[in-house]
């Protein structure tokens, strides 16, 4: 079930920063489909490009699997001897993707652990999704997970990087977050939600411009970086090694 996300409905005394709790897991599928335009889109390339660029007896990983709405898009499109494993630190979050992952039949192996995605090894892997994770690592570890990622892929491996991005030029900043803030109330967010929700993020995700994920992407050993997904200051990188 969709459960409605009223996490920031009620005027807070005291907001803490963002976590993927018990509560958060509970209502994040509504969420995240109010709160990232394009997310819908995105879900169908992940589909399109895992069909494309799988090989066969290869690992693909969704790094940051949350309730699993990507991984199943990833096992749904791979051959029968790959195996899908999802890397989630929230025990809510992967409580919750085990229970949805356990009703899809797809051919290829899965696997849903919980664990950190700087703990985890890349091997053998055709395809790495990365779903507004990045974002919540500290900035300074970036570029070695980029790294870890890109030395774990074979040759023709690619890496999908969703990221929530920001703009050194200050009235695009703006206009984006304007934009951003009015897709939410279209999506029947408050006021009150968008100010508590946007307070509980400050240091808590720290976004990047294209520019530097696209150096960081080429400097970790990708040989060709792409944009396949935008709307507002939310996008898609498709980098292939």
């Not at 023709?156 to 703009?167: A, N, R, T, W, Y």
Request: charged share 25%; net charge negative.
């Amino acid at each position: 079930m969709n459960k409605q996300d009223t996490v920031y409905l009620k005027l807070q005394d005291k907001i803490d920063g963002f976590q993927f709790n018990a509560q958060v897991a509970d209502v994040f599928e509504n969420m995240i489909q109010r709160s990232v335009p394009g997310y819908g889109l995105l879900l169908d390339m992940i589909a399109v490009l895992t069909k494309k660029y799988a090989q066969q007896a290869t690992n693909c990983y969704d790094l940051g699997c949350s309730l699993g709405a990507s991984t199943l898009r990833i096992r749904q499109n791979l051959p029968r001897d790959c195996t899908v494993i999802g890397i989630d630190n929230s025990a809510a979050m992967v409580e919750r993707c085990k229970q949805n992952v356990e009703r899809d039949h797809s051919q290829a192996s899965i696997d849903i652990r919980l664990q950190d995605l700087q703990d985890t090894i890349i091997e053998n892997a055709s395809v790495v999704v990365m779903n507004f994770t990045l974002q919540f690592i500290p900035d300074e570890d970036r570029p070695v997970i980029l790294k870890q990622i890109a030395d774990g892929l074979n040759k023709g491996g690619i890496l999908i990087l969703s990221e929530k991005v920001s703009f050194e030029d200050t009235r695009r900043q703006n206009l984006m977050t304007e934009l951003h803030h009015e897709f939410k109330r279209h999506q029947g967010y408050s006021d009150l939600e968008i100010a508590q929700k946007r307070t509980s993020l400050e240091n808590v995700l720290v976004s990047n411009t294209m520019e530097e994920h696209t150096e960081r992407l080429k400097d970790a050993g990708f040989s060709t970086v792409e944009l396949c997904v935008s709307c507002l200051n939310f996008v898609s990188f498709i980098a292939i090694k």
